[in-house]
C-alpha cells in the first residue's frame, strides 16, 4: 500500500464513531464472575429463578458491568456449594404419628405449624414421587400474609419419612420370592391416609375440634384430596379444597388413550438419573432440568426425595430416589380417571391453580364457564407451581380461604326475631 492510500485510509477510519467496547473480555479475564443481568422475576431471593427458559416471562436486563455472558448468580454451577436448608425454618414442629392396623403398622410423618384458636388449618397433600415439604416456602408465606393460619404438611405413604415396616413373615416371604412389594397407593388408601393423619394430629395437639380446613393438593394429591372432598370425610370443617396443576385431561387427553400419555411418564422416567453421587448433585440436578425453578425450595425439598446408600455398588449413584415412581404404575390411571367430574361435584369451594390453559379439559371448561369453581392460571411457573411460585400460591389460596370462610359471613336477623323486639 502506497503513503497516499495509508494517508487516505486514516482519514476515512478517523471520521468513523468510537469502536463499541467488547462485551466478552471481561469474561474471559474473570471467569467465575456472578455478575449477570438483572432478572425480572416475583422471586424474593436470588436463589429463586423461573426465567431462564422459553416458557418463562422474566426479561433480562443489562448489568451496569456488562457480564452478559458471566454465569447466572446463584445459579447451581456457580462456585458456592449448594446446601440443603432445615424444614425447620418453615415449619414449627414435625411429628411422627403412630396408626396400628390388625393387618398393618404405619407411622404418618407431618409438618406442622399450628393454628391459633380462630385461625384456619391449610391441609397439604404433594405428587407423585415428592414429600411435605414441597410446601415448605408456601408454609411460610402463608404465615406471612395470615399470621393465624396454620399449616399441615403430610408425608403421603411410601414418601419422605412415613414408612409402613414390614413384619417379618412378610419380610422371609419377600426374601424366599426375591420380589419387591408394591406399595399400596390406591386413591381409596391415600385419601384414609390423609383422613387419619389429620385426625392423628388433632388426637397429637389436644384440639377439641378441627379448625377450619382447607385441602391442597399438587399432581396425585389434588386427585387425593378431591376425593376427601367429595366423600365428606370431613364434614362441615372442610371450606374449600384446591387442586394444584391436574386435571383429568392432563392424563387421558382427548384424541388420545390413556396407555399414551402413560407412555409419555414412561419417557420421563428413562431420561432421570437413577442416583447422584453426592445431595448437592441432586439438588443441582433438579434445578439444572428446571424440574424445580425456585432454587430455595429445591435446596429445602429435594432432600427429603433421596436417601443415601453408603453400599451402593457405584459411589456415582450413592444418592437414590425415596420413592419408586415406575412401581407406582398400577395406580397411575386410577389416580385420575374421573377426575374432573368429581372435581365438580364435591360440596364446598374449588379452586383450580394452573401453570396453563391448555390443561383444561373439556368438562372443567364448560364448568369454569358456569362458574362452579375459580380458576387461576400462573404461566410463569412449572409443574411444582407451589414450589416455583410460593408467594403467588399463598396469596390465591389466602384470598380463596377468606371468600368462603363462613365465620365472616354477617347474616340479617330473622324477621320473627325482629317483630319480637317491636312487642
Not at 408425608?155 to 426375591?178: C, I, K, L, N, Y
Not at 447422584?276 to 425439598?301: D, K, Q, Y
Not at 409443574?383 to 399463598?394: G, R, S, V
Request: hydrophobic letters at 35%; a neutral charge; charged letters at 25%.
Amino acid at each position: 500500500m502506497s503513503d497516499l492510500q495509508r494517508a487516505f485510509a486514516k482519514a476515512k477510519l478517523a471520521a468513523l464513531p468510537p469502536e463499541p467496547p467488547m462485551l466478552l473480555d471481561t469474561e474471559e479475564q474473570e471467569e467465575g464472575s456472578d455478575s449477570f443481568g438483572e432478572i425480572n422475576r416475583e422471586s424474593h431471593d436470588d436463589d429463586s429463578s423461573s426465567a431462564s427458559s422459553a416458557s418463562s416471562t422474566g426479561t433480562i436486563r443489562p448489568s451496569a458491568t456488562k457480564h452478559l455472558f458471566a454465569k447466572p448468580k446463584g445459579s447451581p454451577s456457580a462456585k458456592r456449594a449448594i446446601e440443603s436448608l432445615p424444614w425447620s425454618d418453615y415449619f414449627t414442629q414435625e411429628l411422627y404419628l403412630e396408626n396400628s392396623k390388625p393387618d398393618k403398622k404405619i407411622v404418618h410423618h407431618v409438618y406442622l405449624t399450628t393454628p391459633t384458636p380462630k385461625g384456619p388449618l391449610f391441609v397439604t397433600h404433594h405428587g407423585a414421587g415428592s414429600s411435605g415439604l414441597s410446601f415448605a416456602l408456601f408454609a411460610s408465606e402463608v404465615r406471612k400474609i395470615l399470621p393465624d393460619a396454620g399449616v399441615l404438611s403430610i408425608d403421603a405413604r411410601g414418601h419422605g419419612e412415613t414408612t409402613v415396616p414390614r413384619s417379618r413373615s412378610e419380610q422371609a416371604v419377600s426374601d424366599r420370592s426375591q420380589e419387591t412389594d408394591v406399595l399400596d397407593l390406591s386413591l381409596e388408601t391415600l385419601s384414609s391416609d390423609l383422613a387419619t393423619t389429620v385426625e392423628l394430629t388433632q388426637a397429637k395437639m389436644g384440639w377439641t375440634e378441627l379448625p377450619a380446613l382447607v385441602l391442597i393438593g399438587h399432581s396425585l394429591g389434588g386427585a387425593v384430596v378431591t376425593n376427601v372432598a367429595r366423600k365428606g370425610m370431613f364434614g362441615d370443617r372442610v371450606l374449600g379444597y384446591a387442586v394444584l396443576d391436574v386435571v383429568e385431561g392432563t392424563y387421558t387427553l382427548q384424541n388420545c388413550s390413556a396407555i399414551d400419555a402413560l407412555q409419555s411418564m414412561q419417557t420421563y422416567l428413562s431420561t432421570r438419573p437413577a442416583g447422584f453421587p453426592s445431595l448437592a448433585s441432586g439438588i443441582e440436578w433438579h434445578i439444572r432440568s428446571r424440574t424445580i425453578r425456585n432454587t430455595i425450595s429445591a435446596r429445602v425439598s429435594v432432600p427429603s426425595l433421596l436417601r443415601h446408600n453408603p453400599n451402593a455398588s457405584n459411589p456415582a449413584r450413592s444418592w437414590i430416589w425415596r420413592t419408586d415412581l415406575a412401581a407406582t404404575q398400577p395406580f397411575w390411571e386410577e389416580w385420575f380417571v374421573g377426575l374432573s367430574k368429581k372435581f365438580l361435584e364435591a360440596k364446598g369451594g374449588k379452586l383450580l391453580l394452573l401453570a396453563g390453559t391448555d390443561r383444561l379439559d373439556k368438562e372443567l371448561m364448560i364448568g369454569q364457564m358456569q362458574g362452579k369453581y375459580q380458576l387461576q392460571v400462573f404461566p410463569e411457573a412449572g409443574h411444582f407451581i407451589q414450589e416455583d411460585l410460593p408467594e403467588k400460591t399463598a396469596i390465591t389460596l389466602v384470598d380463596f380461604y377468606k371468600r368462603n370462610d363462613r365465620s365472616a359471613l354477617v347474616l340479617p336477623p330473622k324477621v320473627g326475631e325482629l317483630l319480637k323486639k317491636k312487642c
